[in-house]
């Protein structure tokens, strides 16, 4: 599976699947150590998910650790002058 993560603002990315936005990934709580969930749009049955997807929401203790079960998608963040980066390290 090819998956991009598209940072929105700190702490909330769109995962995208071949180009169609399928999941979110947010930063949970305001202190550390933070959690992270990968959580798809759609209520889809199981044998329609996508890979590595068995439910429909999955919780993490690191962004790496997302990036790691999603096999090191490509990222792309926003720096603080606003203008986007891509990067794959230094989550």
Not at 5 to 23: E, K, N, R, S, W
Not at 29 to 41: C, I, M, V
Not at 68 to 77: E, I, Q
């Amino acid at each position: 599976m090819t998956y991009r993560l598209i940072q929105l603002a700190p702490g909330a990315f769109d995962l995208l699947l071949h180009d169609t936005v399928i999941a979110s990934v947010v930063r949970n709580g305001s202190r550390q150590p933070y959690a992270w969930t990968a959580e798809l749009l759609e209520d889809l049955p199981r044998s329609k998910r996508p890979s590595p997807f068995r439910e429909i929401e999955h919780d993490f203790s690191s962004l790496e650790e997302v990036c790691a079960w999603l096999g090191h998608p490509r990222v792309k963040t926003n720096n603080r002058h606003g203008a986007a980066q891509s990067s794959t390290r230094g989550l």
